[in-house]
């Protein structure tokens, strides 16, 4: 399908002026490719990312964002591509362009028995910051990350998402130019997931650049001035919220959730002609309709006459999910 934008980043820059994005380049990642044996985990990756802007890789789980990211950070080698990070050249033993780089992974790796502030100044001191400078920047660094009241407890008294923030703390410590976060909210509470966006958001007034991995379109679009799209280890398309959505067409999504015949329901909807595809995500059928509020009833008589025992109908206008769906013809959700 070749509805991707990928190939024109310029032409789908969020406003702002082009002369002043070239300057502010801080990420620069050009055709990378990474292979493992028989699997091409990412094949042929390039974006850009601004100084200030937040960008976003969105897809499903295995669709080489992790792999993308390890060799932005200089962690992987790729088989082909290259990165530069604030006009440095990223290489295996690239500590200059490292060094502009905060990579907050998704794993935790913080001390659980050691307070906030003695995790942050600990790695703090890694990272080779002493004295009066440690001291400023450790207590910058818990305000940004809402954990200045919690300071001293140790962090195996934390929440989830107080812990995850402590995570990402630590990348901050060094002010890096282009902060990494791997899909930081996995395995939390939405309560938790909320304050560690709420960090995130806080990160703008830093204005540095950040790169998001996520499968959570809701996060992308929250936080995320761009988005690409990634699947199969491809960019399937790049741009604004809204850029996005208008490669859809503006069609809208009904999911159809219920039992007995699933595969005749969705053999019977398929025939009409509002609907142009249909999708089944375990027991829903997801459908992508020209005109939902008069395609409905029809939809419906349709796919309970072929035997399908209806338990929920939802209707949504088109958003990232419908995107993805358009691009791929998968489904984002797991
Ligand atoms: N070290 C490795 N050896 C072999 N295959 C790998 C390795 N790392 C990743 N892969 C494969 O490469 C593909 C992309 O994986 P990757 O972890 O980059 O995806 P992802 O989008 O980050 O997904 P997830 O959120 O599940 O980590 C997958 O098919 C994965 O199984």
Not at 262 to 276: F, S, T
Not at 306 to 325: C, K, N, T, Y
Request: glycine content about 12%; charged content about 20%; hydrophobic content about 40%.
């Amino acid at each position: 399908m070749n509805l991707s934008v990928t190939g024109e980043p310029e032409a789908l820059r969020s406003g702002r002026g082009e002369g002043a994005n070239v300057a502010e380049k801080v990420l620069g990642a050009q055709g990378l490719v990474k292979r493992f044996g028989p699997v091409t985990a990412v094949d042929g990756v390039s974006f850009e990312i601004a100084a200030g802007e937040t960008f976003g890789l969105l897809g499903p789980n295995g669709a080489g964002k992790t792999t993308t990211i390890s060799m932005v950070a200089g962690l992987l080698v790729p088989d082909a591509g290259s990165v530069t990070v604030a006009g440095v050249p990223m290489g295996g033993s690239s500590v200059e362009a490292k060094r502009h780089i905060g990579l907050v992974p998704q794993d935790l790796a913080i001390y659980p028995d050691l307070s906030a502030r003695a995790n942050l100044e600990y790695f703090g001191r890694l990272q080779g910051l002493r004295g009066s400078t440690l001291r400023q920047r450790t207590a910058e660094v818990l305000e940004l990350i809402g954990l200045a009241d919690r300071a001293k407890e140790p962090s195996k008294k934390f929440s989830g998402g107080m812990k995850r923030r402590l995570n990402i703390g630590v990348g901050l410590l060094h002010r890096p130019t282009l902060l990494i976060l791997d899909e930081p909210t996995v395995g939390v509470d939405p309560q938790s997931r909320n304050s560690i966006l709420e960090s995130i958001e806080a990160l703008s007034v830093e204005g540095m650049a950040v790169l998001y991995t996520t499968h959570y379109m809701e996060e992308a679009e929250r936080l995320c001035d761009r988005i690409a799209i990634i699947d199969d280890g491809r960019l399937q398309a790049e741009g604004t919220r809204d850029q996005l959505i208008e490669l859809t067409g503006g069609v809208d999504t009904i999911r159809l959730t219920g039992s007995g015949s699933l595969d005749a329901g969705a053999a019977a909807v398929e025939q009409m002609p509002a609907v142009r595809r249909v999708v089944r995500d375990h027991g829903t059928l997801v459908l992508t309709v020209s005109n939902a509020p008069t395609a409905i009833a029809p939809i419906v008589n349709a796919a309970t006459g072929a035997g399908l025992s209806l338990a929920d109908v939802e209707i949504s206008r088109p958003d990232l999910e419908s995107v993805f769906l358009h691009l791929t013809g998968k489904a984002l959700r797991d």
